[in-house]
Each structure stands twice: as structure tokens, then as C-alpha cells.
């Protein structure tokens, strides 16, 4: 006979309770969740922290455009030391070697010109001796007068020679001069201070007047030499300051003068300016920034203030509150590390010079350094 099982309906109804409240609770995870989303969303993403920057102010000052010409550093006083007086040469100077004015660079052999010192102090004595003879024979005569038994033509060929005596010995004095001259000029001095930066003839050579020597450098006193066309130097007059660059140091030297002859192949003009102590080398290349018209007064910033993009140049002011405000700007004229801007910014207000390349528009900042007026 088969059993017939009775199901309990008790189970039954404990598993619809369970499920029933797995639901619920479910529900309420579920609100809570939508709840905590739907604040997000009102209150909106969290604010970045403030950034750690560097602020300069904004500048008035008189700024011009500027274009750049080629130039080099040459030395007030370099010479190619010329030999005066003609002989062999006994010794010059080594190069590099630093000299001052009236020292002795070369020397050369003083053998024909002592004999020339020693032949013209002969002449002298011999000639000094025959015009006070005929100075005295002169002197008799006359004092005998009529009485004497010369004629008067006798006496005037006396007087004659008794003159030219006297020119012959001023013409052996000159010569004496002259020998005593090229006698000094055996020692090669140096006109001015400076180090001897070549030889032109080596010991055992013989120097004719006008052989060069040794090639003397001031290496103290130093100019820039630029060549520009006349419309680049329209502003630029002796007295002003310019500034120079080698590429690694940048120095203002002042235009001693623009020499107005124009080159007739190149058709520019030479400039002069001289720099101040310098260790810069002669010969060295340079860039001179020429103003191409009279300064006017800009609002101006330090060039590491401005972020550059494909589109558009920025800058970032911070206001009172300390929040970032990106300007945009456009540029004008240059002069060293500042630069023209035109747009909202007015002179004294504090902009970002370090830090600004990931600063977002009303972002707070943390300023350090913050200087006045510039770079910081």
C-alpha cells in the first residue's frame, strides 16, 4: 500500500518570509546607494588642492621692439708690432706672454747702429773743430778791417764757409740723432698693455723696417663691433645702453659711436659699443639687440609668466583670495627677461611665474617667494 506524503505548509511560509525580506533589505541598499549618488551629483567633483606657486608682479615700464644683429668682441687696442730699424733678431717675446706699456717685446742686433752712433759722434768733432776755426779766421778779419790786406771778397768767402761749417755740424748732430734713434728702436717696446698673441718672425731672422714683429692684444679694454642696415640703427645714438649677449651671459654695454659710412657691398653700418669688465673672450661671437623705435611705457611681465599654447598666450593672476585667473594676452615689444602684454593685467597685480603649467582657471594657490616688482 503507498504512503502519501502531507507537505507542511509552516515551510512554506518561512521561505516566502525570508525572501521577502532579502528583498527588502535589498531595496534599501539600493536607496541608500541612490541617495549617496544623487548628493554627488548636486554637490559636483571634489576641489583640487591649492598649488604651490611663485608670483612676480606685473611691471609699468618703457619697453621698444628690438631686432637682433651679429657682432664680435674685439680689443680697443690690437697691433701688429712692426720692426723700425733694420738687423737680426736676437729674441721676441713668447706668446701669451702679458706685457705692459714701454716693456721690451724683441730685440734686435745693435751692431750697425752703434758703428752708425759712433761715425756720427766722429763727424761732430771733426766738424765742430773746422766751424770754430773759420769762426775765429772770420772774427780776425774783421777785427783788422781795412787794414788787414783782405778784400772784402775774401772776407765774405770766409764768412760763407764759416756758415757752412756750422750747417755741416747741425746736419751731423741730426745724424747723431738718428743713429741714437735706431739705435733705441733695437729694442722692440710695447706701446700699450696687453699679452702678445702671435709671433710674425722667429730668432735668427732678419727684420727689415716695417717686418712685422709680434701681433699685440689689450685684452682689458674691450668693444663689440655689429654691423646692421641704416633703418635698424634709426634709434640708436652714442650714450645708449644695449644689451649684448654671447649666449651664455647677457651684459648692457653703452654705443661709444655708429659710424656713418656705409659698407657699399653689404650696405650696413658699424656700430661701437664698449663693454664693461668682462671675462669675455676677443674674437667670441655675440648677438646686440637694437630697439628699431623710441621706448614707450607698457605693462610688461617676466617671460616665465606666460603659457604658451598652439593657440593662444595666457597668464594666470592671482586675485585677493588667492584663486588663479587665466588671462589671456597678446604680446608686444621685449627687453631681456620682460615682456609686453596686452590684456587685463595692470601694473602690480601678482601673476604666476612658476607653477602655472597645470594650474586650472579659479584654482587656489599656495604662493612662495612671491616677489615685488620681479621674478621671484
Do not use: C
Not at 743713429?179 to 728702436?185: D, F, M, V
Not at 699685440?216 to 645702453?241: C, F, K, Q, S, W
Not at 649666449?247 to 664693461?276: F, I, M, Y
Not at 612658476?354 to 586650472?360: A, D, K, S
Amino acid at each position: 500500500m503507498r504512503k502519501i506524503s502531507i507537505k507542511r505548509p509552516g515551510r512554506y511560509i518561512a521561505g516566502a518570509a525570508l525572501v521577502l525580506a532579502i528583498a527588502s533589505g535589498g531595496a534599501f541598499v539600493a536607496g541608500l546607494l541612490d541617495n549617496t549618488a544623487n548628493a554627488a551629483a548636486e554637490d559636483g567633483p571634489p576641489a583640487p588642492p591649492p598649488a604651490t606657486v611663485r608670483t612676480a608682479e606685473a611691471i609699468s615700464t618703457e619697453l621698444a621692439p628690438h631686432s637682433q644683429a651679429p657682432g664680435s668682441v674685439v680689443s680697443v687696442n690690437d697691433s701688429l708690432i712692426a720692426a723700425a730699424t733694420p738687423g737680426k733678431i736676437l729674441w721676441v717675446s713668447e706668446i701669451g706672454s702679458e706685457v705692459e706699456a714701454g716693456e721690451v717685446i724683441a730685440r734686435i742686433d745693435p751692431a750697425d747702429a752703434i758703428l752708425q752712433r759712433d761715425e756720427s759722434r766722429a763727424d761732430i768733432k771733426r766738424l765742430t773743430a773746422r766751424a770754430d776755426y773759420l769762426a775765429r779766421l772770420v772774427e780776425r778779419h774783421e777785427g783788422l778791417g781795412e787794414d788787414g790786406g783782405e778784400s772784402e771778397a775774401a772776407i765774405d768767402q770766409m764768412r760763407a764757409d764759416r756758415d757752412e761749417a756750422q750747417q755741416n755740424l747741425e746736419r751731423a748732430r741730426v745724424a747723431l740723432r738718428r743713429a741714437q734713434t735706431a739705435l733705441e728702436r733695437t729694442e722692440v717696446k710695447a706701446p700699450f698693455n696687453g699679452r702678445i698673441a702671435a709671433r710674425a718672425i722667429e730668432v735668427g731672422e732678419f727684420a727689415n723696417p716695417g717686418a712685422p714683429i709680434a701681433r699685440l692684444v689689450n685684452i682689458d679694454a674691450l668693444e663689440v663691433t655689429a654691423r646692421a642696415p641704416d633703418a635698424m640703427l634709426v634709434a640708436v645714438h652714442a650714450g645708449d645702453e644695449i644689451r649684448v649677449t654671447n649666449g651664455l651671459d647677457t651684459l648692457t654695454a653703452k654705443v661709444r659711436a655708429v659710424v656713418p659710412v656705409g659698407d657699399t657691398v653689404s650696405r650696413t653700418l658699424e656700430l661701437r659699443l664698449v663693454l664693461p669688465a668682462t671675462d669675455w673672450h676677443i674674437g667670441s661671437a655675440v648677438q646686440v639687440s637694437l630697439p628699431r623705435s623710441a621706448p614707450k611705457r607698457v605693462v610688461a611681465v617676466h617671460r616665465d609668466a606666460l603659457i604658451l599654447r598652439a593657440d593662444r598666450v595666457s597668464v594666470f593672476k592671482v586675485g585677493a583670495d588667492d584663486a588663479a585667473a587665466q588671462i589671456e594676452v597678446e604680446l608686444g615689444a621685449a627687453d631681456g627677461d620682460y615682456i609686453e602684454v596686452i590684456g587685463d593685467i595692470r601694473p602690480g597685480e601678482r601673476v604666476v611665474t612658476r607653477g602655472g603649467e597645470r594650474l586650472r582657471d579659479g584654482q587656489k594657490v599656495a604662493i612662495q617667494n612671491a616677489g615685488a616688482g620681479a621674478m621671484s
